[in-house]
């Protein structure tokens, strides 16, 4: 069970290109979905926390117009990178709360997707 | 958001082995995770231990969380090679909305 899905795993396009990458839990309704940023061999990096029904929380330093997030209903979160440029290539994961979860329970992983900007 | 640290940042054993990574957070926290990575994959949950636990046993998994001196170990008993993989604590802060802070990881690898 908590099987989360993330689509792309992986995309390479051209710079100035919008890309899309969704985020889906599986087998449980998620209010709260995260996105992360992670550069080769460094940590994961919070960038934004996905409510369904209302606006993300980004972090300090994240770009809410570069990166939209949409999470229009209890089973899908969307990001959006827009105008993509090269400094914007890495490896993106997206990871999900159940609706029926408080403290002290995991959050479920996507296998994340790798964007390459050329 | 300041990041945990973990050490050691790599760690080469061999098969058979026992393998400790250390993890120090900076927080008041509801709970401490153990997350693995395989390279090029997302993440896999492996243990949660809560601010009011000591430690937590799960298969060759064991973790301790010491929450005066804010740090955490995960040991891995007679590690094979496929426990190869990165490793990342990370910290569910008090009154952080759930959000996870996570450490610089430690890459281990088991060699035959």
């Known amino acids: 069970g908590a099987v989360v899905s993330q689509h792309p795993s992986r995309v390479i396009c051209k710079s100035g290109t919008s890309v899309k990458i969704e985020c889906r839990s599986l087998?449980?309704?998620?209010?709260?979905m995260f996105w992360y940023r992670q550069f080769p061999k460094k940590s994961l990096m919070l960038m934004a926390t996905?409510?369904?029904?209302?606006?993300?929380?980004?972090e300090q330093g994240v770009e809410k117009d570069k990166f939209l997030i949409n999470h229009a209903s209890l089973t899908l979160s969307t990001l959006t990178v827009t105008s993509a440029h090269p400094e914007d290539s890495s490896f993106y994961i997206c990871?999900?709360?159940?609706?029926?979860?408080?403290?002290?329970?995991?959050?479920?992983f996507g296998d994340g997707t790798r964007l390459s900007i050329l | 958001s300041q990041q945990g640290e973990e050490d050691p940042q790599a760690l080469s054993i061999q098969e058979g082995e026992n393998a400790t990574m250390n993890c120090s957070y900076k927080?008041?926290?509801?709970?401490l995770q153990w997350y693995r990575q395989n390279s090029g994959r997302g993440l896999v949950h492996l243990i949660l231990?809560?601010?009011?636990?000591r430690e937590k046993h799960s298969g060759r998994l064991r973790v301790t969380l010491d929450t005066s001196k804010k740090s955490s170990s995960l040991l891995i008993t007679a590690s094979r090679a496929a426990d190869t993989a990165s490793y990342f604590c990370?910290?569910?802060?008090?009154?952080?909305?759930?959000?996870?802070?996570f450490g610089t990881g430690t890459q281990l690898k088991v060699e035959l």
């Open positions: 231990i809560r601010s009011n636990e």
């Open positions: 087998d449980f309704q998620a209010t709260t």
């Open positions: 927080t008041s926290i509801n709970n």
């Open positions: 990871s999900a709360r159940s609706l029926d979860s408080y403290l002290n329970q995991p959050q479920h």
């Open positions: 996905s409510n369904e029904g209302s606006k993300a929380t980004y």
């Open positions: 990370a910290t569910d802060a008090t009154g952080g909305g759930n959000k996870l802070t």
